[in-house]
């Protein structure tokens, strides 16, 4: 039988516009084309926001490989900047164009098409388990959690899962992701007394503190990095004050900061330490000032081992690239995930993502495809009949 086409899957995912958390058709199109496939489906949604969970094979086997991603998209911004209709799929210069062509509704085709080719061609003892959400891009508190809620409640569970987010920095093949830098946002305000900013010595004034203690914390090295992980970092991405004069001294100001931080680190021990930090500055200061962290996540890892093994084996077999072993970038599902089971990431080149005129090679996504069936058959120990 034929290939199922993971290029001509993408498209008619990018043509559904499910910006975040918006179900638009992407998921119930996956639903039947999985289920004619054989996978039992069942709809997994939390609060209003969509999620897919389908199953080939038994339910509860030792052996059950999963993959998990995304349909949801950014919004398109300002739709007189893109010089294609954003959900139109259109094929141009050699590439698909489009919102979510490259994050993530091409990785979600790929493991898709991989998936049904897989257990149609060599059916596999065990069971294939696909897990895909609908928000992903936004909150994320009811889209892969809640599908692993419900798997817990239900019986179900992977023994090993790929992520599809997009991780080649340069080329297709050169980097693998097993794991992620924690992140912890933090709020932090500075009261003092407003005056006359001729008389400052009747008023004590917030900002000076502020940039105080901005200048502390920026300035402070957190660590020179770890076996897996670069250096943590802090990024001050806010300073607000809201005084449109001149001469008077405000009674607060407001600042947020964002640290990436390794696995030396958790978001209890730096919080911890920026509100030491901060009590420091307040007490050579007088000024009142509190620490405001907001909820994150927390550093992992998936220690290079069996399942970065065979995913980097079957990238290099597929693309002829060796991929490095990361922990690079951002937050995803897979921080979620890696509390269930084994969990890496892998995916295309992530050069336009959230871009205007996103766009991707259809080249990369055959080659995607490839890769984790490729991956399937080496996991379970198959072979193609080829």
């Not at 998936?115 to 891009?137: K, M």
């Not at 001149?246 to 990436?260: C, E, F, K, L, Y």
């Not at 937050?331 to 995916?347: L, Q, Y």
């Amino acid at each position: 039988m034929s290939e199922t086409d993971p290029v001509a899957l993408t498209a008619d995912l990018i043509r559904c516009p499910s910006v975040t958390p918006k179900e638009a058709g992407a998921l119930q199109l996956l639903e039947g084309l999985l289920s004619e496939a054989g996978f039992e489906c069942h709809r997994t949604d939390r609060e209003g926001v969509p999620n897919l969970f389908a199953r080939w094979g038994p339910k509860g086997h030792a052996r059950s490989f999963g993959f998990n991603g995304h349909t949801d998209v950014v919004p398109v911004g300002s739709r007189s900047a893109w010089s294609v209709d954003p959900f139109g799929a259109e094929t141009r210069d050699g590439m698909l164009w489009g919102r979510g062509a490259t994050d993530m509704k091409s990785g979600v085709a790929a493991f898709v098409a991989a998936a049904i080719d897989f257990v149609r061609d060599t059916p596999p003892d065990g069971a294939v388990i696909l897990a895909i959400t609908g928000d992903e891009e936004g909150a994320a508190e009811h889209g892969t959690a809640a599908i692993l809620d419900w798997m817990a409640e239900n019986g179900e569970a992977m023994s090993a899962c790929i992520v599809g987010e997009p991780t080649c920095p340069e080329r297709m093949g050169d980097m693998i992701k097993i794991g992620r830098r924690g992140s912890l946002t933090a709020r932090i305000v500075a009261e003092g007394v407003q005056g006359h900013t001729a008389y400052p010595h009747r008023a004590r004034n917030p900002l000076h503190a502020m940039v105080r203690l901005m200048d502390r914390l920026a300035s402070h090295e957190l660590d020179t990095g770890t076996e897996h992980f670069d250096p943590s970092t802090l990024a001050i991405s806010s300073i607000d004050t809201g005084n449109p004069v001149s001469n008077v001294i405000p009674a607060r100001t407001a600042a947020v900061v964002n640290i990436r931080f390794n696995d030396r680190h958790d978001a209890a021990s730096l919080t911890g330490w920026l509100t030491a930090q901060a009590q420091d500055v307040a007490d050579a200061t007088g000024v009142r000032i509190t620490v405001e962290p907001r909820p994150g996540s927390e550093s992992f890892i998936t220690p290079p081992g069996p399942l970065s093994d065979t995913v980097a084996q079957a990238v290099s077999a597929e693309t002829g690239v060796e991929p490095a072993l990361s922990t690079s970038g951002g937050t995803s599902d897979a921080r979620m995930i890696k509390d269930h089971c084994p969990v890496v990431e892998f995916g295309l080149v992530g050069e336009t993502m959230h871009q205007v005129d996103e766009r991707v090679d259809p080249e990369q996504i055959a080659t995607l495809r490839r890769v984790y069936l490729r991956v399937l058959r080496d996991y379970f120990g198959t072979s193609s009949g080829a």
